[in-house]
T-cell receptor, first 112, second 113 residues
Framework: GIQVEQSPPDLILQEGANSTLRCNFS?????LQWFHQNPWGQLINLFY???GTKQNGRLSATTVATERYSLLYISSSQTTDSGVYFC??????????????FGQGTILTVHP | DVKVTQSSRYLVKRTGEKVFLECVQD?????MFWYRQDPGLGLRLIYF???????EKGDIPEGYSVSREKKERFSLILESASTNQTSMYLC????????????FGPGTRLTVT
């Protein structure tokens, strides 16, 4: 199956700092999503980005599908950005039915 | 907005009980999924369904079954709950196959004692 690796596993920031989270995947993908898991456990959709660049407020993401990686940028971080960030991909080979394979996540802590 | 709901946020059951976790989506999505999340193991796919009455095993189907009698509803069944099934269970849905955004419900924290 496809492998998904996220880095760094943990990240501690002061409020106002910028950060970059990385997601590497081992094969071609139909879908790549970034999620933020809130303290109550819900996965919040941040970006659907199988290729290209998107921006949403202080967050932006870039996927370079040919090089098999994606980056999530968080600018001017706030304490509410704390939580776990997941990258998940749908393998392009065969009939996937939309199944996602998740990375292990990056735990972000933003201190005031 | 897509909405995926799950029947309970927190559930406590005894070993050996039959447990039903319900998931409902309101966007007429073809695909529905059940994952479990455990510390250190991440999110793992249990079962998924790509149409009414159709189901496929995911990566960790042992000890679980599913039911999809209506398009909007996907149930996860623990036939005889065990303590190693204590976990966070997350339901998701997506449209059709191949490259569609997946949306998640709020999750159910199940404790089996």
């Amino acid at each position: 199956g496809i492998q998904v690796e996220q880095s760094p596993p943990d990240l501690i920031l002061q409020e106002g700092a910028n950060s970059t989270l990385r997601c590497n995947f081992s094969d071609s993908v139909n879908n790549l999503q970034w999620f933020h898991q809130n303290p109550w456990g819900q996965l919040i959709n941040l970006f659907y980005i199988p290729s290209g660049t998107k921006q949403n407020g202080r967050l932006s993401a870039t996927t370079v599908a040919t090089e098999r990686y994606s980056l999530l940028y968080i600018s001017s971080s706030q304490t509410t950005d704390s939580g776990v960030y997941f990258c998940a991909v749908e393998h392009a080979g065969g009939t996937s039915y939309g199944k996602l394979t998740f990375g292990q996540g990056t735990i972000l802590t933003v201190h005031p | 907005d897509v909405k995926v709901t799950q029947s309970s946020r927190y559930l406590v059951k005894r070993t050996g009980e039959k447990v039903f976790l319900e998931c409902v989506q309101d966007m007429d999505h073809e695909n529905m999924f059940w994952y479990r999340q455990d510390p250190g193991l991440g999110l793992r796919l249990i079962y998924f369904s790509y149409d009414v009455k159709m189901k496929e095993k995911g990566d960790i189907p042992e000890g679980y079954s599913v039911s999809r009698e209506k398009k909007e509803r996907f149930s996860l069944i623990l036939e005889s709950a065990s303590t190693n099934q204590t976990s966070m269970y997350l339901c998701a849905s997506s449209a059709s196959t191949g490259g569609y955004e997946q949306y998640f419900g709020p999750g159910t924290r199940l404790t089996v004692t």
